[in-house]
């Protein structure tokens, strides 16, 4: 079974533009969750969509993010325009149910945004 | 708001020797997670601790949880190179959303040398 999978898996742009980042989570898990971890700091919430429908975006640094997930099946987080603190990983995870019921988040490698 | 704090950041330690990460953690937290990263890969689900006391090994690697001191540690018996890796604690708790949210420290970057 295909595990989450994130595109693309480095990405350099320059200050001012505009970048787009994907997840395909594991086949049938209604949870999806973005998480970012900046140079030297934590890994943080972002946010967490079940299906389609955003749960929670408290995490969401400013309206610059904005995150879809049509037909609840891959999801998108575009960066607009892109600043130099956006540089960092964005990390995605999914599971089938939310994750408190004992359910297990189940990672993707990243993506590592580098804004010059 | 859960606040996770790691140490140490970074640890380098011989083949075949003992060493203990800690994770401190601010308020009440659901479950304490603990995840290992190696270089370009995805983060990997070790442990997840329920309740206080709970102790759990795999390999070389025991998790264990002390809810009324908001410590975990992870400890390392007789390392190995293979082990490696970037290890990650979180906790989990409830958001003002009302979503459940893994809430990370910023990791132990562990070299185990020959």
């Known amino acids: 079974e295909a595990g989450v999978t994130q595109f693309p898996s480095h990405s350099v742009i320059e200050k001012g533009q505009t970048v787009t980042l994907r997840c395909d989570p594991i086949?049938?898990?209604?949870?999806l969750y973005w998480y970012r971890r900046v140079m030297g700091k934590e890994i943080k919430f972002l946010l967490h969509f079940v299906k389609e429908s955003k749960q929670d975006e408290s995490g969401m640094p400013n309206n610059r993010f904005l995150a879809e997930r049509t037909g609840g099946t891959y999801s998108t987080l575009k960066v607009q325009p892109a600043e130099l603190e956006d540089s960092g990983v964005y990390f995605c995870a999914s599971s089938q149910r939310p994750v408190r019921g004992g359910t297990e988040a189940f990672f993707g490698q990243g993506t590592r945004l580098t804004v010059v | 708001e859960l606040k996770v704090e790691q140490n140490p950041l970074f640890l380098s330690m011989q083949e075949g020797k003992n060493y203990t990460i800690y994770c401190n953690y601010s308020t009440t937290s659901d479950r304490l997670y603990w995840y290992r990263q190696d270089p370009g890969k995805s983060l990997e689900s070790l442990f997840v601790?329920?309740?206080?006391?709970a102790v759990k090994q795999e390999g070389r690697l025991m998790a264990s949880l002390d809810t009324k001191a908001r410590l975990s540690t992870l400890h390392i018996t007789a390392a190995v190179h293979d082990l490696s890796a970037t290890y990650f604690c979180a906790g989990g708790a409830y958001s003002g959303a009302g979503s459940y949210q893994l809430t990370f420290g910023k990791g132990t970057k562990l070299s185990v040398i020959p």
């Open positions: 601790l329920l309740s206080n006391g």
């Open positions: 086949s049938g898990h209604d949870n």
